[in-house]
Structure formats: structure tokens, C-alpha cells
């Protein structure tokens, strides 16, 4: 009786509780998903960097982009709405890249990663790395392809699956910790980026160069972090409040 009342006094509440009993099931099964994608990622940019020499990153963004899809893709294949999966789905992955391109002359300030995360909270892990790997390979049509295009699409694709993980999902939908969430999320993307900028030199991985690289990038590294914050504050409500009643109105997620 506590707990209904509590229930018709937030409304808000309710509604986000009824969208988190729409979603796919969380099972070993799916757990299990999760690691063999993150690890078949890094499988392969380690392959693309050793056996490659870093020249077929084309071919290691493509064949990441299709590994994205194999989760989403079991994840859901019992459900109804699979097209309007698909549709959110490019919806998603098309405001992240535009938002990227609209901030493109200002360096690092990005609202690409914060329409990820709340892709992860509303839609589920899997779509949220699927949406994050997309984007990457997208937008750099724009900005640029290059070995360092499979590190954006395996950070960004982390973003999304992390801020999709169960207990997380209910807890950043409110607004204090999803603003630590975004500084959290800042400090990941750069840390892993700077792998790759180490990883780019002739002889390899170096902690050092590592440890130097992190130094130099703090400025971008604090702008990726403001940016995210400001930017979910600021989408947070009109795009997780339609996220949350197609949740609620289809149970696709």
C-alpha cells in the first residue's frame, strides 16, 4: 500500500519503473554477450594494429560494427518491435553524429557521447553499443577515417553498453548521478584514446609515453568531461522522457 502511494505521488517514478519491467531480461546469457563482444573488439584492433600494420582499418571498423550487431541482435529476436528497434536504433546513431558535426569547429566539446549514454540508459547496453561504434565510423565519413577510428567505435561502444548495465540504468536517470556518470565517461574516452596514441608511435606501448600523453591531454580530457555533463542536463529530459514512454507505450527495449 506504502509503495503504490509513493507510486501515484511521483509519477515519474512509476513511469520509469514500468519502462525497466518492459525490458528485454537480464540473464547469464546475456552477460555473457557482453564479454565476448568487448573482448572480440579488442581481439580485433589488436589484430588490426600487429597483423596489419594498422592499414586496414577500414576493414577492422566494418568488421567491429557487424561484431555490435551480433548482441543486439540475439538479444532481441524473440520480441515483437523489432523495426522500431531498428528505427530508434538509426534514430539514435543520426543525432549523435549531426551533434557531432554541428560542434565540429569546437575541439572536444562533443554532444555525441552524452546522446550515447542516455541511448545505453533508455535502450539497453547492447544499444547503446551499438549506437556509440556507429557513430564513430559514421561521423568520421566527415571528420576523417584512421587507425584511430576502431578505438573511438570500442570507447564510445563502451559508454553505451556500461551506461546500460542493470542497477546503473535505473540510478542515472537522476540527474546528480548521471552528471558523474558524464565526468566519469570523459575521463574513460581519453584515457583509452591516448592507448591509441601511444600505440601509434613505431615501437609500441610505452607507460611512460602513456603516463605523458595523459598529461598533455588534460585540457581535452576536462573539456570531455564538461561537455558531457552540460549536454546531458540538457537532453535528459526531452530526449529520455520520449525514450521513456515509447519504452513504456511498446516494450521494445
Partial sequence: MKKQNEKMACPEAMDAETALENTAPYNLKRLVGWIVLVVGVILLIRLGIRLLADRKY??????????????????????????????????????????????????????????????????????????????????????????????????????????????????????????????????MYSGIMDIWTVLSLIDGFNWHRYLLALSTALPYTITYMVSNVVFLMLTIKPIGEKLNRIQIKHGIF
Wanted: with cysteine.
Fill in 58 to 187: 577500414n576493414l577492422v571498423s566494418v568488421m567491429i560494427a557487424l561484431l555490435a550487431c551480433v548482441p543486439f541482435y540475439f538479444t532481441y529476436e524473440k520480441r515483437e518491435g523489432s523495426i522500431r528497434r531498428m528505427v530508434m536504433i538509426a534514430v539514435m546513431t543520426a543525432i549523435a553524429v549531426l551533434g557531432r558535426l554541428i560542434f565540429g569547429p569546437i575541439p572536444a566539446f562533443k554532444p555525441m557521447a552524452a546522446i550515447i549514454i542516455l541511448t545505453g540508459i533508455y535502450m539497453g547496453p547492447e544499444s547503446g553499443f551499438l549506437v556509440g561504434s556507429l557513430e564513430a565510423v559514421v561521423s568520421n565519413i566527415f571528420f576523417g577515417q584512421g587507425p584511430w577510428t576502431p578505438f573511438q567505435m570500442l570507447t564510445l561502444g563502451l559508454t553505451g553498453l556500461l551506461s546500460g548495465l542493470p542497477g546503473l540504468r535505473a540510478l542515472l536517470r537522476r540527474r546528480l548521478p548521471l552528471a558523474i556518470w558524464g565526468l566519469l565517461m570523459g575521463i
